[in-house]
């Protein structure tokens, strides 16, 4: 299927950037595993298996896995269309898969401001099901519109300039990606509208403890860098 509304030398620049940004989420997240792999031999690796080691290993290597699938596929030379379409599934998916395990720890973390308050816990499980249900329909209707080119100029740019990677086109898929976020952001919203609930009745009561601390700044952390991200 040819490509339509510019070239073949302006839809290969236009694949160039998502490959450095496959390279530098590699990049930073190898960097910040290494850095801080002895904290989690100290501290994870030899504590006993609970919920909170599962959730932590989840959160911590599926991004890696999902960073080093999209790294593989932007840059790897000269794919063939069967190559693409496999390693695609794998990384929208493990990708869903990632951000529900976020989700479900932010879910805890709330639950645990709010004094184990099984409200809290039950609301945000079923908004949390019904958001991840959201996601996963959404990518499935992306994955279907979704086609990969056979590199058009391999004279031009090939393996030893730099890795093609899979040039992927998407018709009508604007709206769906954009949509795609927006059940994300519902949840992680309301997990700060929560957080910050809380904080201020913590400081009402003029509790102030380190801990409660580093959550709150945490979530004001994560909700920001989520909100840039989707917006």
């Known amino acids: 299927m040819p490509w339509e509304g510019a070239s073949y030398v302006e839809k290969l620049l236009q694949a160039v950037p998502p490959k450095y940004v496959a390279a530098a989420s590699l990049t930073t997240l190898v960097y910040d595993n290494l850095i801080t792999l002895d904290q989690e031999i100290s501290t ?3 504590a006993s298996w609970s919920t909170g080691k599962i959730l932590f290993l989840l959160n911590r290597y599926v991004a890696l896995i999902v960073s080093s699938v999209a790294f593989v ?3 790897h030379p000269n794919p063939s269309i069967n190559f693409c379409h496999p390693w695609y599934y794998i990384e929208s998916f493990a990708s869903i898969f990632g951000l ?3 989700q479900i720890i932010l879910m805890l973390r709330t639950y645990a401001l709010y004094k184990r308050s099984r409200v809290i816990l039950f609301s945000l499980f079923a908004l949390c099901a ?3 249900g959201s996601m996963t329909i959404l990518a499935g ?17 090939g393996p030893n300039i730099i890795g093609m990677g899979c040039l992927k086109d998407c018709r ?6 954009q949509a795609f976020y927006v059940p994300m952001l519902v949840f992680d919203g309301t997990v700060f509208i929560l957080t910050f609930i809380s904080a201020v009745q913590y400081s009402r009561e003029n509790i102030h403890i380190a801990f409660l601390t580093m959550l709150y700044r945490d979530g004001f952390l994560y909700f920001t860098g989520s909100l840039s991200i989707t917006c």
């Open 44 to 46: 994870v690796w030899r």
């Open 73 to 75: 596929a932007q840059t």
């Open 100 to 102: 529900v395990v976020v």
């Open 130 to 132: 019904v958001c991840s």
């Open 141 to 157: 209707l992306f994955s279907v519109r979704v086609f990969y080119h056979e590199n058009p100029l391999p004279e031009l740019v």
């Open 172 to 177: 009508g898929c604007l709206g769906l990606l």
